[in-house]
């Protein structure tokens, strides 16, 4: 049973919340011990995998679950298969993302996209193993009762699919009737918005969060994946490719609906302190400790690739 925590709001805290990297150490520990096989006719595709699983970034969407798992006083053990689930997720679509049927990029957390290292068939390859091998960390490594493990199945498939992840990309691809501000907004809800949503939701539900809890954090996630969306539009535009470790500029090369191109720099800019409020605001709202939570909500704000 969850005992009740007194609540502290976030802006009650210092401003020097930090991101937490504890969790970030234990989930890489995690990740790099991961196997896919030992067959020899497929190891370039797993050396493909591994290529781009562990070519580093901050791994905010598996932090956010277990940081939000350990409001509720989730096992961090329990919680580390599904984080790297939605990990492998998140990396099979930036594979996708750098092909040239997308993006067509050629840089991606400094170093080359997979489609360089390994060519086109390979990394679309390595991209789908990786989506399979996320459903079977979650069903296999997991001791939650089989409603918890149900209910983060189709919270994990949802957000990726047609009304979420997949959908915004083909938005983002062929582009929706209209370019104001609800065209770029449910584009990119569904783009980046969706996961980081079914991250934070997923440590709520395998951690036993009360139903009223876990619609505060739904909040606070729709927030937050606003903001990193609205950050990411403004580094792509002032960031340099050297400190992105990603080609910048790509957005207007490619024409693409962003924040930027349709409210200016400076409104972006507003746009995103807002969220970021509106975001800590809702963590105020949360019985527990969020102080990781909002380690990682100023990290984004701050982030500077």
């Known amino acids: 049973m969850i005992q009740s925590r007194k609540r502290t709001s976030p802006k009650d805290r210092p401003a020097t919340l930090s991101f937490p990297d504890h969790l970030a150490v234990r989930l890489e520990s995690y990740i790099e011990g991961l196997e896919y096989g030992e067959d020899e006719y497929v190891a370039p595709l797993r050396e493909a995998m591994r290529y781009s699983l562990l070519a580093g970034g ?3 969407r598996p932090v956010l679950l277990m940081a939000t798992g350990a409001v509720f006083g989730g096992d961090p053990q329990e919680l580390l298969p599904t984080a790297a689930a939605l990990e492998m997720i ?7 993302d750098d092909l040239p049927a997308f993006d067509d ?4 957390r400094g170093k080359p996209t997979c489609h360089v290292r390994y060519g086109e068939s390979v990394a679309i390859l390595a991209g789908d193993a990786l989506f399979a091998e996320a459903f079977r960390l ?7 009762a089989p409603a918890a493990k149900l209910a983060v199945m189709e919270e994990v498939a949802v957000s990726t699919g047609v009304k979420g992840m997949v959908g915004g990309q083909f938005l983002d691809v062929y582009g929706i009737p209209g370019e104001g501000p609800d065209t770029v907004r449910l584009l990119h809800s569904l ?3 969706r996961l980081i949503m079914a991250c934070v939701r997923c440590g709520a539900i395998l951690s036993g969060a009360p139903e009223e ?3 505060r954090l739904t909040a606070f996630a729709a927030e937050l994946g606003l903001l990193f969306q609205i950050k990411d539009d403004i580094l792509d535009v002032v960031g340099e490719t050297v400190e992105l470790g990603k080609q910048a500029g790509t957005d207007a090369r490619l024409d693409r609906h962003t924040y930027v191109s349709v409210y200016g720099l400076r409104e972006s800019e507003r746009l995103a302190a807002e969220s970021r409020e509106k975001a800590l605001a809702e963590l ?5 400790e969020t102080v990781d939570l909002a380690g990682i909500t100023n990290y984004i704000y701050e982030r500077r690739r």
């Open 138 to 144: 979650i069903c296999q490594k997991q001791q939650a």
């Open 191 to 193: 783009k980046t918005g």
């Open 213 to 215: 809890q876990t619609a």
């Open 90 to 96: 998140h990396t099979y679509s930036l594979i996708h």
């Open 105 to 108: 990029d050629n840089l991606r």
């Open 58 to 60: 901050k791994r905010v």
């Open 284 to 288: 105020g709202q949360v019985r527990g």
